[in-house]
């Protein structure tokens, strides 16, 4: 089982899944916060954080999910209300018409929330809307394996939080 | 002429220390290897055959990677010079990856990461992925690696890779095809244009098997122990039993099927049937 580390996130690849986790180089003064890209197919090499230049390439069976850090100004918004990443996703929070980019076929869903003080959009992508219910548990399956390091520290990451309440499904 | 003499002196002085000490550590070892059970002689009397064999504890580690499957292709994981992480699974992809364990000191090397400065001139079946991988960062320096990456590469920087596949040493290339999820072709090279021709004949041996062999294990990608049930069954399926001739053959006559000739002059028709091993 691979293991990716780095920028504070750490996550245990599923067999089968590739992923990095990376951030950007800093462009007029901005500064860049992480971002993590798995996927259950060969990622290429220029992907947007979203998935732009991948999301095209899924077959009707794979995966491809963003994990996205959005910098500590947005900690107490109401957008990232929701303590804890989800990971425990059902059929029904993915829906076509919540893709960043419309595919036929597709599937989508966003989740906003904050953990360890780190406020991170979540994005998942199916290949198939129809497949759903064979693709989600293999969603939860990676997401059970991801863990963040709470804001301000640089040790491993704790486990991934047994329960996660409160908030809502962008879409 | 007494100079000489002293200095002879010096010299049998030395040598004899130097002989004593190494009777003193032919003893020590001969006195250890008794003490362990294994010694010759019997230096203690009947006190150590009186006390039997002196176990030696050993100790098994984790199977060394000639014991894993040979063709197994594993995920490789570790970060990238920039220090992001990065992982790829070749056996999960629907095509050939190519992967390059290279270094960024070797001088073989060099000629090699000139020439992944253009990708779109490598000469590489379409659709093969390369990936470049280094030891992991504790033993390369990633500085240098950036220096010497081309800004489209992928660049891995993972020790456990290295491990994972054998590699004995840089440059080796790995080839691992895709469908099958195995490793097609391994090996090292001076130049590029022959790495590329050893994956144009990797992948066409690997189409040409896929394509037209009987045999399931070998176009399964099985390996070890399935494999050699995969290769009972079809000799079992074929009516090959356990003591059947044919797995036994006594010549290479009885494997290749030559055809004897016979020398005794008579009719030609008289020579032994060659027989081909199943």
Same mark, same amino acid.
Not at chain 1, 81 to 87: F, K, V
Not at chain 2, 167 to 171: E, M, N, R, S
């Given at each position: 089982m691979a293991t990716l580390r780095a920028h504070g996130i750490e996550a245990q690849l599923p067999a089968g899944f590739e992923g990095r986790i990376f951030t950007r180089a800093s462009s007029d003064g901005a500064v860049p916060y992480p971002v993590a890209q798995f996927a259950s197919f060969p990622l290429p090499v220029q992907v947007g954080d979203f998935g732009g230049g991948a999301v095209n390439l899924l077959g009707n069976s794979d995966i491809f999910t963003v994990l996205f850090e959005y910098g500590p100004e947005s900690v107490g918004r109401h957008l990232f209300?929701?303590?804890?990443?989800?990971?425990a996703l059902g059929s029904s929070d993915f829906r076509p018409y919540a893709l960043r980019r419309g595919l036929p076929g597709q599937s989508g869903t966003q989740w906003f929330f904050t953990e360890g003080g780190r406020p991170f959009t979540l994005y998942v992508v199916l290949g198939s809307h129809l497949g759903r219910d064979a693709l989600v548990p293999k969603v939860n399956q990676l997401l059970a394996r991801v863990a963040v390091v709470p804001a301000g520290q640089s040790e491993a990451p704790p486990g991934p939080p047994s329960d996660a309440t409160g908030g809502l499904p962008w879409n | 002429m007494v100079a000489l003499a002293v200095v002879v002196s010096v010299v049998v002085l030395l040598m004899a220390v130097l002989v004593a000490g190494l009777l003193r550590s032919h003893a020590d070892i001969l006195r250890a290897l008794h003490e362990l059970g294994v010694g010759v002689g019997e230096p203690g009397g009947d006190r150590s055959r009186d006390q039997g064999p002196t176990g030696v504890p050993v100790t098994m580690g984790p199977p060394l990677p000639g014991e894993r499957s040979s063709t197994s292709a594993r995920s490789v994981a570790g970060v990238t010079p920039d220090g992001d992480a990065l992982a790829v699974s070749p056996g999960g992809a629907g095509h050939a990856t190519l992967l390059a364990f290279l270094s960024s000191g070797c001088a073989t090397c060099a000629g090699f990461w000139r020439s992944f400065e253009q990708p779109d001139r490598l000469?590489? +079946?379409?659709g093969t992925r390369l990936i470049v991988i280094t030891k992991g960062p504790e033993l390369e320096v990633p500085a240098e690696v950036t220096g010497k990456a081309h800004r489209g590469l992928t660049v891995i920087m993972s020790t456990e890779a290295w491990v994972d596949y054998e590699? +004995?040493?840089? +440059?080796f290339f790995v080839l691992v095809d895709g469908r099958s999820g195995r490793r097609i072709g391994e090996g090292v090279a001076n130049h590029f244009p022959q790495v590329v021709e050893m994956v144009h004949r990797a992948a066409a041996d690997a189409d040409g098997f896929t394509a037209t062999t009987t045999s399931r294990p070998f176009a399964d990608g099985l390996d070890g122990p399935e494999r050699e049930a995969a290769n009972d069954r079809e000799l079992l399926a074929a009516g090959i039993h356990p003591g059947d001739p044919s797995l036994y053959p006594r010549s290479l006559d009885d494997i290749h099927g030559a055809v004897t000739v016979d020398r005794s002059g008579g009719h030609p028709g008289a020579s032994r049937p060659a027989r081909r091993a199943g």
């Open positions: 209300a929701r303590q804890g990443m989800p990971r | 000469g590489l +079946p379409p590699v +004995p040493g840089a +440059p």
